[in-house]
């Protein structure tokens, strides 16, 4: 069982629909990450929350809105996303943003497929 | 040049054979590593930490050159089980705290 959960695990919205992924951990962490990975290219970095303060926003496109209400959770809500968007959105999670030991590793969520048509 | 570079393969290998991947990334202030293993269609999890000194895990073996900026990941006696894909990940400390670059992988197909 997984210590990090995301829903939906597949999702399939227009270009005009509002919907949100939902991210969920139970180890504990106090940073949680949103990743996107599309096919032939590396994951990238969307946004980092660190007790709950968002840290990072990787030039994320305002289509793509985070929310992390407390540590534990963490949402992406999608409005008028292109079919470019398309790909995987995994969260991620580690005990916290900052340090540099190898300790501090960060942990995936299965992930949610998201196709825009 | 990418910040983290791979050999995306595939890299075709019989049971039982050793296979090597190399990785290369750009920033010399990058500070900690890893390989992530990476199934199809499944998220990423952490197959072990690269330390400078070299590290083994059972049939695994990581290394590092900070010099040449180059880290690698050694697999003996391959398993079916192996094929993956395996993610070079390179950890960089700013401003915003720990910054990780992932590489976008090198694909091994173990087979009989």
């Known amino acids: 069982e997984t210590g990090v959960t995301q829903t939906p695990r597949h999702l399939v919205m227009g270009m005009t629909n509002k919907k949100s992924l939902k991210c969920e951990q139970h180890?504990?962490?106090?940073?949680m990450y949103w990743y996107k990975q599309s096919a032939k290219k590396p994951l990238e970095l969307m946004f980092v929350?660190?007790?709950?303060?968002?840290?990072e926003n990787n030039s994320v496109p305002s289509r793509f809105s985070p929310e992390c209400p407390n540590s534990s959770h963490l949402f992406l809500h999608l409005h008028t996303l292109q079919p470019e968007d398309s790909a995987l959105y995994l969260c991620?999670?580690?005990?916290?943003?900052?340090?540099?030991?190898?300790?501090?590793?960060?942990?995936f969520g299965e992930g949610s497929w998201l196709t825009v048509v | 040049r990418k910040e983290v570079e791979q050999d995306p393969g595939p890299f075709n290998v019989p049971e039982g054979a050793t296979v090597a991947f190399n990785c290369t990334y750009s920033n010399s202030a990058s500070q900690s590593f890893f390989w992530y293993r990476q199934d199809c269609r499944k998220e990423p999890k952490l197959l072990m930490s690269?330390?400078?000194s070299g590290n083994e895990d059972g049939r695994f073996t990581a290394q590092l050159n900070r010099a040449s900026q180059y880290i690698s990941l050694l697999i003996r006696d391959s398993k079916l089980s192996d094929s993956a894909t395996y993610l070079c990940v390179v950890n960089e400390l700013t401003g915003g705290g720990n910054k990780l670059t992932f590489g976008t992988g090198t694909q091994l197909k173990v087979e009989l």
């Open positions: 929350y660190n007790f709950k303060e968002q840290t």
């Open positions: 991620a999670s580690s005990q916290d943003a900052g340090g540099t030991t190898a300790g501090n590793t960060i942990y």
């Open positions: 180890l504990g962490h106090n940073a």
């Open positions: 690269v330390y400078s």
